[in-house]
């Protein structure tokens, strides 16, 4: 079933909601560890075409669902749902519009473990356009816990709230 059970965070959403005219209007945009899709959907009012990833096939397949259930009518904007690994980010060049096609690049609450930070910046590299903006978000980043799994804040976390453009 579509929806969004949880928000991690609304700065980003309500960024894109008060000047997606500004900074997506009629672009390509893509959105990184979307979850459920929000922000991508919120920016298919604006843009020409929204691809929407994340690195969990079962999140995808709540994106796909999202996207056909609470897509904007009117807006005209192509939207589709994709498995996008950091790790590897050529590997979905087939299924997106391909290296350095992307005028805009969202992305919300993804940096919270620094194990995922290069990869993040690695993909951002291979599918933001030369002369395109990322919009990242993020106000914590979590330590590994000693399973190795982050599930903690760390003892002095990073809680500076910043968007970052022209990645």
Not at 19 to 44: F, K, M, N, P, T
Not at 89 to 100: C, I, R, T, V
Request: with cysteine; hydrophobic share 45%; net charge negative.
């Amino acid at each position: 079933q579509g929806g969004c059970d949880i928000v991690w965070s609304d700065v980003l959403p309500r960024y894109v909601a008060a000047h997606g005219q500004a900074i997506c209007s009629g672009d390509a945009v893509l959105e990184l560890g979307a979850g459920c899709g929000l922000v991508g959907l919120l920016a298919a009012h604006f843009a020409s075409r929204i691809d929407i990833t994340d690195g969990d096939e079962e999140e995808v397949a709540l994106i796909a669902t999202n996207i056909e259930q609470h897509a904007p009518a009117g807006a005209g904007a192509e939207l589709h749902a994709a498995f996008l690994d950091w790790q590897h980010p050529e590997d979905a060049a087939a299924q997106l519009l391909g290296k350095e096609a992307y005028d805009v690049v969202l992305a919300s609450q993804v940096a919270y473990m620094p194990t995922f930070i290069p990869g993040l910046a690695r993909t951002i590299r291979y599918y933001l356009s030369p002369a395109g903006t990322a919009y990242l978000y993020n106000d914590q980043a979590r330590g590994p816990s000693r399973a190795g799994i982050a599930d903690r804040p760390a003892a002095s976390p990073t809680r500076a709230p910043c968007l970052v453009a022209q990645v």
